[in-house]
């Protein structure tokens, strides 16, 4: 007998599997993490992340228009300062690497793109920790948050739309929060990096900030194999006043994104990392995978998971192609 229900006849041609499509990208639903370095003349390639650069301030610019240009929702911004010291001093200093890159980048473009500046202190410590640390090696939480109110006031008057607070300590969307309001930056979005989780996914991103980290981050970020802590996580940074909650990374945590999704009232984001990017390219690199295929795929199911803004390497490479 004939089967009476076909499901494939909404897949059988290009036009009505993009007709019924029920998950679709746009290119407002991408970020563009982009790395300033101080003191190089010229954009310094980064070995495991094919196509991504060291900027200058002139080549930041540059590759922000064309991110702009292409339709990108907004830019993160990370800051690779040529001296570093216990404490990341860089970090609140008006005349630091990423605080002066964040006005470049609001004089010339305003209101044009949202733009993001990363408020963590690990590309700004000789040691590499998110915090300040203790006379026995700990990360020293509430040390931290003194830094980090600080930090987000020095990024708000540099021009950032939005602070993203990714450190993982104890009270930081409070404090963030707070120190803007009292500074009268009340406007300033906080993106919170509510589920960042202790992952092996982020060693390209370190070669990226020319980072000192020995060690790990398992005493502050989270533990892969556990998801209620998140969710816990997540809730607090929202009672904290946390804008929009964002899960770091993307594909290996689809099931963390698809419970933030049903619990929060709040946007939800995701960070597509540094590790994912890097499996990616050394796959293709030896022609096991059809890049651009799976480049589209990964981001489809982070937004199919509930993220609404995806944080990616790939994002003005996705927006002209999704034009």
């Known amino acids: 007998m004939n089967p009476i229900v076909r499901p494939r006849r909404l897949r059988q041609s290009a036009a009505v599997r993009r007709w019924v499509s029920q ?16 003191g190089i003349s010229e954009p310094a390639p980064i070995s495991s992340m094919p196509g991504v650069v060291q900027h200058t301030l002139d080549s930041l610019v540059e590759a922000a228009r064309e991110a702009i ?22 970090a609140t200093d008006p005349d630091g690497i990423l605080n002066v890159a964040l006005r470049r980048l609001r004089d010339e473009f305003g209101a044009s793109t949202v733009l993001m500046a990363d408020l963590c202190l690990d590309e700004f410590t000789s040691h590499g920790h998110c915090g300040v640390l203790t006379e026995t090696g700990a ?16 990024q708000a008057r540099a021009g ?20 803007l309001d009292d500074a009268g930056f009340t406007d300033v979005i906080v993106l919170a990096y509510a589920a960042k989780y202790a992952s092996a996914a982020y060693g390209p991103f370190r070669e990226a900030v020319d980072s000192a980290l020995q060690g790990d981050r398992a005493t502050y970020q989270q533990d892969p194999g556990n998801l209620t802590e998140s969710l816990r996580e997540v809730r607090l940074d929202i ?16 099931d963390v994104i698809a419970a933030v999704k049903q619990t929060s009232d709040v946007p939800v984001a995701a960070y597509h990392v540094s590790g ?9 690199a030896n022609g096991w995978i059809d890049r651009d295929r799976m480049v589209t795929e990964q981001l489809t199911a982070i937004k199919r998971a509930g993220a609404q803004i995806i944080l990616t390497y790939y994002a003005a490479e996705v927006a002209r192609r999704l034009g």
């Open 23 to 38: 998950t679709r990208l746009h290119p407002a639903d991408l970020v563009l993490p982009l790395f300033v370095k101080e």
């Open 69 to 90: 240009d292409a339709g990108v929702g907004g830019l993160m911004v990370f800051g690779v300062p040529a001296e570093r010291d216990e404490i990341g001093s860089g």
């Open 139 to 154: 990360v020293d939480n509430d040390a931290t948050l003194e830094i980090y109110g600080r930090m987000a006031v020095a």
């Open 160 to 179: 950032a739309h939005v602070v993203g607070p990714s450190g993982m300590m104890d009270g930081q969307v409070e404090v963030v929060r707070a120190a």
């Open 239 to 254: 009672e904290q006043g946390a804008d929009i909650v964002m899960v770091k990374p993307a594909t290996l945590y689809l």
């Open 276 to 284: 994912e990017m890097a499996m990616i390219e050394a796959a293709a």
